[in-house]
C-alpha cells in the first residue's frame, strides 16, 4: 500500500517537473528511483538516432516488472559524439525483472523497447553489452507499425497494395511529400511538421478508408502508437 502511493507521488512530481522544465526530450540527468535498495547494471551500447525524439519522450536504461508497462526505475542515457554509451543504472528495486533500453513518455510509461534484458536473476551488479541499437524515431515506427501491421500487404511479399512499400529502406522515400494517389485532394502521405495534413494520418485515424476494399481504422489500435507517429510528423518527419 506505501509503497503504490510512493510510485503515484513520483509520478506527480516527475510530471509537475517536466511540464515546466524540460523541451528536448531529455528528461532524467539523475535516475528516478522509487526505492533506495537493489542492485546496478552497467551499459555498454552503440546508440543512433536517440537525439532527434519529440519533447515529452526520453531514450532510457529503465527496470520494469512485469504486471507494468510503467517504468520503476529510469534512467536518462547519454552517449558520446560517435554514439558510444556506458552508463551505470543503480539502485534497481527488488521488483524489477526486466531491463530494457527503450523509449518512455512523461509519466513513464514504455511506449517502444529496443533492447530487453532478462533480470531475473539480480546479482550484484550486471554487465550489458548491447550492441548496436538505431533507436531513431522513424526506426521505432518501422518497426513496431509498419513491420507489424503494414508490410503484410505493402511490399513483404510480391507485391504492394496500392503500390505502396512500407518495408523497412523503402517506407520513407514513398511516404515523405509524395502525393497519395487515394487522397482527393492531392495530400502528401506525410507533411513535416504537418500531422493533420497528412494522408498517413487520416488513413489511421479517421474513417476516410471505409469504403476502401479494406478498411484501415483498426490497423493500429494503440493510442501510444497513433500519437508517435503524429509526434514524429509534427517533429520534423526525420529519418535518423
Ligand atoms: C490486409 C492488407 C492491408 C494491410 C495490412 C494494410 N493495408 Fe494499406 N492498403 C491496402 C489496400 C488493398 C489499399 C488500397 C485500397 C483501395 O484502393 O481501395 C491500401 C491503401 C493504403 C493507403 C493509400 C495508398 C495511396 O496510394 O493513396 C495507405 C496510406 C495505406 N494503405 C497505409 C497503410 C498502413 C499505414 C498500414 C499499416 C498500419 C496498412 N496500410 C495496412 C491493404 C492493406
Redesign the pocket.
Given at each position: 500500500m506505501g509503497k503504490h502511493i510512493n510510485t503515484y507521488l513520483y509520478g506527480f512530481l516527475l510530471a509537475a517537473l517536466i511540464s515546466s522544465s524540460c523541451d528536448d526530450g531529455r528528461i532524467y540527468d539523475e535516475p528516478i528511483q522509487v526505492e533506495r535498495e537493489g542492485g546496478s547494471v552497467r551499459l555498454t551500447a552503440q546508440l543512433s538516432g536517440q537525439d532527434h525524439w519529440a519533447s515529452g519522450y526520453s531514450i532510457v536504461l529503465a527496470g520494469f516488472s512485469d504486471d507494468s508497462e510503467y517504468a520503476k526505475t529510469a534512467k536518462g542515457i547519454t552517449s558520446g559524439h560517435d554514439g558510444t554509451v556506458d552508463i551505470t543504472l543503480t539502485g534497481i528495486p527488488n521488483e524489477v525483472n526486466q531491463i530494457e533500453i527503450c523509449a518512455i513518455n512523461r509519466l513513464r510509461k514504455r511506449i517502444v523497447s529496443f533492447y530487453t534484458y532478462d533480470y531475473t536473476e539480480q546479482e550484484d551488479t550486471i554487465r550489458i553489452n548491447a550492441g548496436a541499437i538505431n533507436a531513431s524515431m522513424y526506426n521505432s515506427i518501422q518497426t513496431n507499425?509498419?513491420d507489424r501491421?503494414?508490410t503484410?500487404?505493402?511490399g513483404g511479399s510480391t507485391s504492394a497494395?496500392?503500390?505502396?512499400y512500407?518495408t523497412s529502406g523503402r517506407s520513407y522515400d514513398a511516404l515523405i511529400n509524395v502525393i497519395?494517389?487515394?487522397?482527393d485532394s492531392g495530400m502528401y502521405?506525410v507533411t513535416p511538421c504537418q500531422s493533420e495534413e497528412s494522408?498517413?494520418h487520416l488513413?489511421?485515424n479517421t474513417d476516410i478508408?471505409a469504403n476502401?476494399?479494406?478498411d484501415?481504422i483498426d490497423?493500429?489500435t494503440s493510442h501510444d502508437l497513433l500519437q508517435l507517429i503524429d509526434d514524429w510528423i509534427d517533429n520534423g518527419a526525420n529519418e535518423n
Amino acid at each position: 500500500m506505501g509503497k503504490h502511493i510512493n510510485t503515484y507521488l513520483y509520478g506527480f512530481l516527475l510530471a509537475a517537473l517536466i511540464s515546466s522544465s524540460c523541451d528536448d526530450g531529455r528528461i532524467y540527468d539523475e535516475p528516478i528511483q522509487v526505492e533506495r535498495e537493489g542492485g546496478s547494471v552497467r551499459l555498454t551500447a552503440q546508440l543512433s538516432g536517440q537525439d532527434h525524439w519529440a519533447s515529452g519522450y526520453s531514450i532510457v536504461l529503465a527496470g520494469f516488472s512485469d504486471d507494468s508497462e510503467y517504468a520503476k526505475t529510469a534512467k536518462g542515457i547519454t552517449s558520446g559524439h560517435d554514439g558510444t554509451v556506458d552508463i551505470t543504472l543503480t539502485g534497481i528495486p527488488n521488483e524489477v525483472n526486466q531491463i530494457e533500453i527503450c523509449a518512455i513518455n512523461r509519466l513513464r510509461k514504455r511506449i517502444v523497447s529496443f533492447y530487453t534484458y532478462d533480470y531475473t536473476e539480480q546479482e550484484d551488479t550486471i554487465r550489458i553489452n548491447a550492441g548496436a541499437i538505431n533507436a531513431s524515431m522513424y526506426n521505432s515506427i518501422q518497426t513496431n507499425v509498419f513491420d507489424r501491421s503494414c508490410t503484410s500487404c505493402h511490399g513483404g511479399s510480391t507485391s504492394a497494395a496500392a503500390g505502396l512499400y512500407l518495408t523497412s529502406g523503402r517506407s520513407y522515400d514513398a511516404l515523405i511529400n509524395v502525393i497519395a494517389d487515394k487522397s482527393d485532394s492531392g495530400m502528401y502521405f506525410v507533411t513535416p511538421c504537418q500531422s493533420e495534413e497528412s494522408f498517413l494520418h487520416l488513413v489511421l485515424n479517421t474513417d476516410i478508408t471505409a469504403n476502401w476494399s479494406m478498411d484501415h481504422i483498426d490497423m493500429v489500435t494503440s493510442h501510444d502508437l497513433l500519437q508517435l507517429i503524429d509526434d514524429w510528423i509534427d517533429n520534423g518527419a526525420n529519418e535518423n
